[in-house]
């Protein structure tokens, strides 16, 4: 067997180091570019600047208000949806897994033709009614909940899979029997039984919903908003440099957040102490 292993050990730092230039060439080549002014040399002057360049600190704001808002409507539907799924009907879990899929089939394109569709009929037929301040409202620039709900959709197959890889590893049913039998209802059973035990699981689905808002150009675009994506591409036309240096400080937090909420999640208190006992002996 150790023969057999011999071929793979060799290769894996040859494809580790391909993936890693893969990556970090195209970083590297985008700072030097930020930093290097003809003429000027190295200067950090795009770097400085962007804090005080106009439009940064509100459509960042703007973004990250989205996605607080996103991952918590996401969440609360997901998941009692899938630990009901898991305990009721787990019959219907493909038909279910298909539903949360369809937003990778339909292009976004198509999507926000669809949304724009509906928003242009809303004020011309429902005009003198009262669900016309309701269109209005989610179209609101200060903050579009058309947005919102938008990401929502497109975040269900990320969201999806991610609670799904972690309700598999955990025995919900023996759980929730458990939390009932000690007297909690339905719902003080999933808070205090059952999340304690996906909050990996919450966090990744968290992480990649955040990605999602944080890097969606199209629909937002489409649709007369200007959250952060939106805001890097309008100023690369007059501010280029300055546009690369907001990508590139945007991806580096986006690694840190990865690697904090991998941290946080690989590791629960429970395994902690369990290791920490094994480690002195004790039962």
């Known amino acids: 067997m150790a023969h057999l292993n011999r071929p793979t ?3 894996r730092p040859l494809v580790l180091g391909l993936a890693g230039l893969y990556f970090l060439v195209p970083l590297a080549a985008s700072v030097i570019f930020t930093v290097d002014v003809p003429e000027h040399g190295l200067t ?3 770097y400085t600047q962007i804090i005080g360049t106009e439009g940064f600190l509100t459509s960042l704001l703007l973004s ?16 009692p949806a899938m630990v009901a799924l898991r305990l009721g009907a787990p019959r219907l879990r493909p038909l279910v897994e298909a539903v949360c899929s369809l937003p990778l089939v339909v292009p976004p394109i198509a999507f926000v033709a669809g949304i724009g569709t509906v928003l242009k009929w809303g004020p011309e037929h429902l005009s003198r009614t009262p669900l016309f301040q309701t269109f209005v409202a989610l179209q609101n620039p200060d903050f579009p909940l058309v947005l919102v ?7 269900l197959p990320f969201t999806y899979r991610a609670l799904d890889a ?9 759980l929730v029997e458990a939390a009932r039998s000690c ?6 059973a999933l808070v205090t039984a059952v999340l304690p035990n996906l909050r990996g699981a919450l966090m990744n689905a968290a992480f990649l919903t955040l990605a999602l808002v944080l890097g969606e150009y199209t629909v937002a675009q ?9 805001w890097i591409v309008n100023i690369s036309g007059s501010q280029a440099q300055m546009s690369v240096a907001v990508s590139v400080l945007s991806l580096l937090v986006t690694w840190v957040l990865l690697l904090a909420l991998a941290g946080a999640g690989g590791r629960t208190p429970g395994t902690r102490r369990t290791r920490t006992r094994t480690a002195k002996g004790t039962p």
């Open 9 to 11: 050990a060799a290769w």
């Open 44 to 46: 950090l002057d795009a």
């Open 64 to 79: 990250l208000g989205l996605a607080a808002v996103t991952i918590a409507v996401v969440l609360l539907l997901v998941v």
């Open 149 to 155: 709900l938008a990401y929502v959709v497109m975040a």
């Open 166 to 174: 972690g309700l598999r590893a955990v025995d919900v049913r023996t």
């Open 183 to 188: 007297g909690a209802g339905p719902a003080r």
């Open 222 to 230: 489409l649709l007369g908003f200007r959250p952060f994506a939106v």
